[in-house]
């Protein structure tokens, strides 16, 4: 059997059994031993069932790195707090989303056409970087290679590559190049897990494809890892035991069952993410890695607009999300989400002591979307104007809160107004400093008031910008750099 099979077929039997009895969906695994009918019957569901959940809830992921040199590493990358994610490849062609061939279970054979279309004619990797760097971001992020296997570089080893296909380039190197030449940190978006290999669904079953998928993952990381010089980020999705094939329903004795959330897959199959990564690290001794396989990572990964969660200064992390509605590939005419928003997000993250990691979605000939680029310079100009409320500050001292967050950077803290209280006065818990100071950020001073256990800053109607009134508060003496957050309770 070729490793790389067309699995979509399966999928067309029905799948109403599955729907109405199938378990638990965001986990799925197979074993060895089952009956061929039920094995259909589990790929039909997989295929069929999963297939809205792209952006699956992740249960378990890797520890954190715990070696000396860890937080020396990251610091440029907490630092920079803003990044560019770009999703291109072959799924941008049809424009319905990186998941259009899982999503339409479109035949693998059908579906690698589109590599004859893929010619990059318009790609300006610089022109990428300009509007990455004028957005303020300060590192990018792109996928080299994304579940539908196609890699956007040279691998000798696979056939499903730009450089084999209607582009003829390594649309990489470039990348890499010209991410540099801007100034930027350059990231790449790496998944470990391949469509084409039934071994991905079935790895007990079809050991030996799966073992050639694992072949591919370790060469390619190789590639990535040795052939374009200095990489800042390898930004992992998909490698860890607990994702799609590798996690909830299993085969025993006594037929399919879901298997608890926090049970990791236990099957044959061993992704050896370790061994991988670790050797990554050899190869790239400062390189960052996410927490999206089962090696230690530098930082966490969450996910969408909806999952920015809870402020946590202890662990490095990053919200990623996507600049339009919709999917993380190009889609044509997907809404491009309001600026207020994205300085939202932003500023929300921030405030919470993350980063955040806007996804862009390149068209297919490599241009960027006008509309997209808008969003960008208008980003820019934010940031041009309250950028030092967000680089290179750490969230708090006030826990986020009906008005927004906070950031701060020695003894100076930022209001992140995000909701004006009706009154227009802002209360919160007095910090140990005390404030000495308070202006609109670039503009005027505003009034304050410390009495007791209380702070009263008067926030003025419309600030610098109306999405965000970035209030900057001096102090009589710095915070400590990772601060004890205080909880805004009395702010109304
Ligand atoms: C989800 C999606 C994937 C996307 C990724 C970005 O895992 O399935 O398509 O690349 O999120 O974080």
Known sequence: MSPVEDTWGWARRSPLHWLKHGPRPDRLVFRIGCSMRKCSLAIVFLLTVISPLASIAHAQWAPLVSDSGAAKRIAWWREARFGMFLHWGVYSIPGRGEWVQWQEQIPVNEYAKLAEQFRADHYDPDAWARAAKNAGMRYMVLTARHHDGFALFDDPGSDFTAMKSAAHRDLVAEYVKAVRRAGLRVGLYYSPLDWRFPGFFFPGIYQQSAVEMRDQYQRQVEILGRNYGKIDILWFDGGANEWLGFGGVEFSGSGWHARANDQPYRGKFDWQDEKTVAHLRELQPQILVNNRTDAPADFLTREGDSAMGEFDNVHPWELCTTITDGAWGYQPNARVKPLAQLVGLLAGAAGRDGNLLLNVGPRPDGSLDPEQLKRLSEMGRWMRANGESIYGTRGGPWLP?????????????????????????????????????????????IEFKQTGNTLKVTVPESGADASDTVIELGLSEPLPEVVKPISPAIER
């Open 401 to 445: 809160g009906k008005y927004g967050v906070s950031t701060h950077r020695g003894s100076t803290v930022y209001l992140h107004v995000l909701r004006r209280p009706a009154d227009g006065v802002l209360e919160l818990p007095v910090l140990s400093a005390r404030v000495v100071s308070a202006r609109v950020l670039h503009a005027g001073q």
